[in-house]
């Protein structure tokens, strides 16, 4: 009985090869085989031949209610899980979507395709048409108000302090502490 329905739910293209086994235990615990408690009392019946007729029927209207809940019980799950991977799927596309938006932003405003006022609108743009908005940076002029990113690689100077007398390394070393610093102290003696 139960190879039957397992056959029939792959010929139905419902139940996967890697799912068998899953369904098979779900399938065992339902004891498909077990007689159901009959409905009409078989053994009242004097003519042999209906009494095996209703003892028939009632035994396969069981095992018919028993393959009508497990696929129901298995389309079931299995919608379930469709709808969990199609949301999946929808939700990964989305943050796909979102974080080639930001890339497409990021790109336009480093390049000078766009000033930072109209950040929002190339959003607005690429939200609704991803293709037509990084198309039209790529072909975009450089915009007339746009000023590069200085690249400041240097660490920042430390602040100033006494000029000590050390190597001229140390001096180029932290160069504008000691110009700080002396120049500070030349305002300190003009003031005296």
Known sequence: M????IALLKSLGILTDDKVDAVSKELEK???DKK????????????????QVI?????????LSRQIKTLTDTLTAERTERERA???????????????VSDLIAR????????????????????????????????APVDKNFVPEKKDDKKSDPPATEIKAGSLAD????????????AAAFAE???N
């Open 36 to 51: 159901p408690e009959p409905t009409i009392d078989a053994s009242k019946i004097s003519d042999p031949a209906m009494k």
């Open 108 to 139: 336009a405003l480093k390049e000078g395709k766009i000033v930072k006022a109209k950040e929002e609108w190339l959003k607005k743009f690429a939200d609704q048409d991803l293709d037509a908005a990084t198309e039209w940076v790529n072909g």
């Open 55 to 63: 003892e028939e029927l009632q035994n396969q209207n069981l095992i």
């Open 86 to 100: 199609i949301q999946l799927q929808r939700q990964q596309a989305e943050k796909e979507k979102t974080q080639k």
């Open 189 to 191: 003696s003009r003031k």
């Open 171 to 182: 001096y180029m070393t932290h160069k504008a502490e000691h110009t700080k610093a002396a």
């Open 30 to 32: 339902l004891d498909l």
């Open 2 to 5: 139960k190879e039957k329905l």
